[in-house]
């Protein structure tokens, strides 16, 4: 079964390196100091446990939505684009918040964003490789 297209090196652009390292680190930078931010500005046990929710349900119950959606308008990069600067507002307003409700709804656009994000992310990187190649290539991306 080794076709000439198993053998096809397919190289991803170095702008897609880039963006998963700045979305990884951005992502996982500022998702650590939420809970004690939203604690900062006299959060209850209540509220920090819906943004934790929230932050958690979000992204993964909407991603068949913009899976499809993605997958119909296949334009990705868009839609990569226009998640990313949403989430980038969203996070950058997070440090402006004045109280643990704006926070919780900055936390859902956030999460809707992230959601946008996710499968489209994934269909692009799908894009760049051959099936038989994807694992070889994803790892590369995941390093």
């Not at 680190?25 to 809970?35: K, P």
């Not at 004690?36 to 509220?47: D, K």
């Not at 119909?72 to 440090?95: D, E, H, N, P, V």
Request: hydrophobic share 45%.
């Amino acid at each position: 079964m080794n076709s000439g297209e198993d053998k096809e090196e397919i190289n991803p652009p170095t702008e897609l390196y880039a963006y998963h390292a700045t979305n990884s680190f951005a992502q996982d930078t500022a998702q650590s100091y939420l809970s004690y931010f939203a604690v900062r500005l006299g959060a209850s046990f209540e509220q920090i446990a819906w943004m934790n929710s929230l932050m958690n349900l979000l992204p993964y119950s909407l991603q068949y939505f913009w899976g499809w959606i993605s997958d119909k308008k296949s334009i990705r990069t868009y839609w990569i684009i226009a998640g990313s600067i949403l989430a980038s507002l969203a996070l950058y307003f997070m440090s402006k918040v004045q109280n643990p409700n704006e926070m919780i709804f900055l936390v859902i656009v956030y999460s809707v964003a992230h959601s946008i994000i996710i499968p489209t992310w994934s269909a692009l990187q799908g894009d760049w490789m051959t099936p038989s190649r994807r694992g070889s290539t994803l790892s590369r991306f995941h390093v």
